[in-house]
């Protein structure tokens, strides 16, 4: 009789340590299966938030300006005695602070964003900024004056 008690025992502790298991390597998929979502999540949201702020930094420069000229998706904006060269180069964004009506070069200035690229073009009553990142294209339409 000691001898059954003994291997319904040993069948007892091997079943509990298998649904143990099972457990564990469940809750391991689980775990994994929201740590690429997390990362999926993330990305995007990095990707996102560099196209609006971008595109939003932009706006912003140019409703504050007096006056802006557009060429080759080069904005030159002029605020008093200072005009401010916004361009796309090397992969990213660059704004120059120079002064006013005197020459300046595409190159040099600081880098605000990081993009894959730019373009900025002008209409009757507005200016078409659109920018992309990643693979993500953004785009926004600023009223002129």
């Known amino acids: 009789m000691k001898n059954y008690r003994n291997t319904s025992d040993t069948i007892s502790t091997v079943g509990s340590m298998l649904l143990f298991l099972l457990f564990a390597v469940c809750m ?4 994994a299966a929201a ?3 997390y990362s ?3 990305d ?3 990707t996102n938030f560099t196209a609006s ?4 930094y932009i ?3 140019i409703k504050s300006a007096d006056s802006v000229d557009v060429s080759q998706n080069v904005m030159v904006l002029r605020s008093g005695g200072i005009s401010n060269v916004i361009y796309f180069s090397d992969g990213g964004l660059y704004e120059k602070t120079v002064a006013a009506n005197s020459e300046y070069e595409i190159s040099g200035g600081e880098r605000i964003f990081e993009l894959n690229g730019m373009e900025i073009s002008e209409s009757e009553d507005f200016y078409k900024i659109s920018v992309n990142v990643g693979s993500e294209k953004c785009a926004a339409l600023v009223r002129k004056g």
């Open 40 to 42: 999926r999540i993330s």
């Open 28 to 31: 391991m998929m689980i775990i």
């Open 53 to 56: 702020a971008s595109i939003r």
């Open 44 to 46: 995007n949201y990095g």
């Open 35 to 37: 740590a690429g979502s």
């Open 59 to 61: 706006s912003n420069k």
